[in-house]
């Protein structure tokens, strides 16, 4: 059974900074693409930041600058740090790891940790 443990959410003012981690247990030895989404109350949730295997990363235009997503291959771990911090990044953010066999391709959700940042 795979499993994310998302931490590092919480309070902090308009300008601060933050880091996120996500650690995976379990399969690990599939891991493929590994993603931050974030969800705000009323809106749909949206990709911030995505890392492939090779460290190749892509970013939202509303955190490129900001935010920075790494990984740790041999911990199976993903990161975000978050900078420059604004209200509207307020939002549950919730990690996201693709796991790919020969045989399968699936993507499995962490549980969230909430970001807020106020003004």
């Known amino acids: 059974q795979v499993q994310l443990v998302e931490s590092g959410g919480g309070l902090v003012q308009a300008g601060g900074s933050l880091r996120l981690s996500c650690a995976v247990s379990g399969s690990t030895s599939s891991i493929s693409t590994m993603t931050w989404y974030r969800q705000a109350p009323g809106k749909q949730r949206e990709l911030v930041a995505t890392i492939s295997t090779g460290g190749t990363t892509n970013y939202a235009d509303s955190v490129k600058g900001r935010f920075t997503i790494s990984r740790d291959n041999a911990k199976n771990s993903v990161y975000l740090q978050m900078n420059s911090l604004k209200p509207e990044d307020t939002a549950v953010y919730y990690c996201?790891?693709?796991?790919?066999?020969?045989?399968?391709?699936?993507?499995?959700w962490g549980q969230g940790t909430q970001v807020t940042v106020s003004s």
């Open positions: 996201n790891a693709r796991l790919v066999t020969l045989y399968s391709a699936n993507n499995y």
